[in-house]
């Protein structure tokens, strides 16, 4: 660092202490921001769990003495997590736009999530969400071209929430920079709000610490040459929704009634966790401190005249192999007799315990019974899984009400940003009608959780009473995009002329009366 650098950071502190100087010590302490600190405490403690982060063990040893070791856990918050995710959404997964101005903007959508990798990159941040409560998407322009940032939990800040969710945030990013022989960290904090005008404002401010518990002193945005572009602040016009996609675990917020952020997984199954966790570890102690060992008397591993010598002696060699450790000297008796010291482990007894307290994580997250215990099955039908996974099906369905109000949120937003033509060098929109009126269509690929055979029939049955569109029953039980799928209706009317609907009828009487009006 500089000495010029270093003179102003000692003006900026002086500044911050005569308050002429933004100072702030945690992002919750910004007026603009209308949430709870302990709100981040408790995604604080989810992140640890969830990055099996637990701390060490204390115990006494056999000497009184204290010990401390690593906690053998098992990460059943990353397990439940990624279980919940995969089965919710997956690469399978298809957003399309169904109106009639959708032609260009489905091209520009895919090209979009297509540049992103968004279809595998949202299944590994929608885990991280599930784990913390939530999380956002935020998509910006860049050379021209819309990117999108993955906001965790821990770095989104509501600033005005309603009934219809969060529409006002500050989004955080931390960046760590070595000056001199130290560390430094900057926060990067970007404000959405709307101005009472209707304008879309966006606010950049970077603040400096010393210390990563404090978010520090603000500085100007250049003092990091990867902010040197940031503009302090943008107005946008025309927008009607926010340039984020929050998305927000299903289920009430009981810790803070008044948040409008999500629970994690960890918040109401901590001390479940903790017992999975406490269960696990004495097990491996037990086994591994539970290795046989035999006492012996101390001259029989004393061969020659040194303590402990195991070297070939012409008088007394060893008795044991040297490469053995289930012998263990005991010395001060006379009498000493070779002792088997070894207990058995309680295998039967630990299994159970883990059991137990699994079924009960299962329970309380929302997951059915056996997925991560051990239940008796044999070969499943499709709908034999459909069943045993009822409990999981009901959870999945409340998760993907959030997700597809997330992902909604984050095409109209992409929609948005696609008019707003200033954003782009040449001054030009990429796109032109109302966000509000597209019509979006995700398809999640149920995968297990649908019986395709069961599918197939009902779907077949829905397009002869003329429920479903043929077009959309071939997208739906052959996996064609739209463009096939008009291939498909093309080649079809021209192999055969188009049938009346009751063609496509039973002949027989749909309760098996077949007889019914004949004489």
């Given at each position: 660092?500089?000495?010029?650098s270093?003179?102003?950071?000692?003006?900026?502190?002086?500044?911050?202490?005569?308050?002429?100087?933004n100072?702030?010590n945690?992002?919750?302490?910004?007026?603009?921001?209308s949430?709870?600190s302990?709100?981040y405490e408790?995604?604080?403690?989810?992140?640890?769990?969830y990055?099996?982060?637990?701390?060490?063990?204390?115990?006494?040893?056999?000497y009184?003495?204290?010990?401390?070791?690593d906690?053998?856990?098992?990460?059943?918050?990353k397990?439940?997590?990624?279980?919940?995710?995969?089965?919710?959404?997956?690469?399978?997964?298809?957003?399309?736009?169904g109106?009639?101005d959708?032609?260009?903007?489905?091209?520009?959508?895919?090209?979009?999530?297509?540049?992103?990798d968004?279809?595998n990159?949202?299944e590994?941040k929608?885990?991280?969400?599930?784990a913390?409560?939530?999380?956002a998407?935020r998509?910006y322009?860049?050379?021209?071209?819309?990117?999108?940032?993955?906001?965790?939990?821990?770095?989104?800040?509501p600033?005005h929430?309603?009934s219809?969710?969060?529409?006002?945030a500050?989004?955080?990013?931390?960046?760590?920079?070595?000056?001199?022989?130290?560390?430094?960290?900057?926060?990067?904090?970007?404000f959405?709000?709307?101005n009472?005008?209707g304008t879309y404002?966006?606010?950049?401010?970077?603040?400096?610490?010393?210390?990563?518990?404090?978010?520090?002193i603000?500085?100007?945005?250049?003092?990091?040459?990867?902010?040197?572009?940031?503009?302090p602040?943008?107005?946008?016009?025309?927008l009607?929704?926010p340039?984020?996609a929050?998305?927000?675990?299903p289920?009430?917020?009981n810790?803070?009634?008044d948040?409008?952020?999500?629970?994690?997984?960890?918040?109401?199954?901590k001390?479940?966790i903790?017992?999975?966790?406490?269960?696990?570890?004495?097990?491996?102690?037990e086994?591994?401190?539970?290795q046989?060992?035999v006492?012996?008397?101390?001259?029989?591993?004393k061969?020659?005249?040194?303590?402990?010598?195991d070297?070939?002696?012409?008088q007394?060699?060893?008795?044991?192999?040297?490469?053995?450790?289930?012998?263990?000297?005991?010395?001060?008796e006379?009498e000493?007799?070779?002792?088997?010291?070894?207990?058995?482990?309680r295998?039967?007894?630990?299994?159970?315990?883990?059991?137990?307290f699994l079924?009960?994580?299962?329970n309380a997250?929302?997951?059915?019974?056996?997925t991560?215990?051990?239940t008796?099955?044999?070969?499943q039908?499709?709908?034999?899984v459909?069943t045993?996974?009822?409990?999981?099906?009901q959870?999945r369905s409340?998760?993907?009400?959030?997700?597809?109000?997330?992902?909604k949120?984050l095409?109209i937003?992409?929609?948005?940003?696609?008019?707003?033509g200033?954003?782009?060098?040449?001054?030009?929109?990429?796109?032109?009608g109302d966000?509000?009126?597209?019509?979006?269509n995700?398809?999640?690929?149920d995968?297990v959780?649908?019986?395709?055979?069961?599918?197939?029939?009902?779907?077949?049955?829905a397009?002869?009473?003329?429920?479903?569109?043929?077009?959309r029953?071939?997208?739906?039980?052959?996996?064609?995009?739209?463009?096939?799928a008009?291939?498909?209706l093309v080649?079809l009317?021209?192999?055969?002329?188009?049938?009346?609907s009751?063609?496509?009828e039973?002949t027989?009487?749909?309760?098996?009366?077949?007889?019914?009006?004949?004489?």
């Amino acid at each position: 660092m500089s000495v010029f650098s270093t003179i102003k950071n000692w003006f900026r502190k002086g500044g911050a202490k005569l308050g002429m100087v933004n100072q702030l010590n945690n992002i919750t302490d910004d007026p603009r921001i209308s949430i709870a600190s302990d709100e981040y405490e408790r995604i604080n403690m989810a992140k640890r769990y969830y990055k099996d982060d637990l701390g060490r063990v204390s115990y006494l040893n056999s000497y009184g003495r204290k010990m401390n070791r690593d906690l053998v856990s098992i990460n059943v918050t990353k397990m439940a997590a990624r279980r919940l995710a995969s089965v919710i959404f997956n690469e399978q997964c298809t957003i399309t736009l169904g109106d009639a101005d959708a032609t260009d903007a489905n091209e520009l959508i895919g090209q979009v999530l297509a540049d992103n990798d968004f279809y595998n990159q949202y299944e590994e941040k929608l885990e991280e969400a599930i784990a913390l409560g939530g999380g956002a998407i935020r998509p910006y322009v860049e050379d021209n071209k819309i990117k999108l940032a993955w906001v965790n939990a821990s770095q989104f800040y509501p600033l005005h929430s309603n009934s219809n969710g969060i529409d006002e945030a500050a989004i955080a990013s931390q960046t760590t920079v070595t000056e001199g022989n130290m560390n430094v960290y900057y926060t990067l904090l970007e404000f959405h709000e709307w101005n009472p005008d209707g304008t879309y404002k966006i606010t950049n401010e970077l603040y400096r610490s010393e210390d990563i518990n404090t978010v520090g002193i603000q500085v100007p945005l250049n003092t990091l040459d990867e902010y040197k572009n940031l503009q302090p602040q943008v107005t946008l016009t025309g927008l009607t929704k926010p340039l984020f996609a929050y998305f927000k675990a299903p289920g009430a917020n009981n810790k803070q009634l008044d948040s409008p952020l999500g629970l994690g997984l960890v918040d109401n199954s901590k001390k479940i966790i903790d017992a999975i966790n406490q269960t696990h570890d004495s097990y491996y102690w037990e086994v591994k401190m539970g290795q046989r060992r035999v006492a012996v008397p101390a001259e029989m591993l004393k061969p020659g005249t040194t303590f402990g010598n195991d070297e070939v002696d012409e008088q007394r060699p060893p008795v044991f192999d040297p490469e053995d450790n289930v012998f263990v000297q005991m010395y001060g008796e006379e009498e000493m007799k070779i002792t088997d010291l070894t207990t058995p482990i309680r295998n039967d007894q630990y299994q159970a315990t883990m059991n137990f307290f699994l079924e009960e994580f299962e329970n309380a997250i929302g997951l059915s019974q056996g997925t991560f215990t051990n239940t008796p099955s044999g070969v499943q039908t499709a709908t034999e899984v459909v069943t045993n996974n009822s409990m999981t099906y009901q959870t999945r369905s409340s998760y993907l009400t959030q997700v597809s109000k997330q992902i909604k949120g984050l095409v109209i937003a992409i929609l948005e940003l696609m008019e707003c033509g200033g954003l782009f060098d040449d001054g030009n929109a990429r796109w032109s009608g109302d966000p509000e009126k597209a019509d979006i269509n995700i398809d999640f690929a149920d995968g297990v959780f649908t019986d395709k055979t069961t599918q197939f029939t009902q779907d077949s049955q829905a397009v002869t009473m003329g429920v479903m569109p043929k077009k959309r029953f071939l997208m739906r039980n052959f996996s064609l995009d739209e463009e096939q799928a008009d291939q498909w209706l093309v080649e079809l009317n021209e192999e055969q002329p188009e049938q009346d609907s009751n063609s496509f009828e039973e002949t027989g009487n749909p309760d098996g009366d077949d007889d019914v009006g004949a004489e």
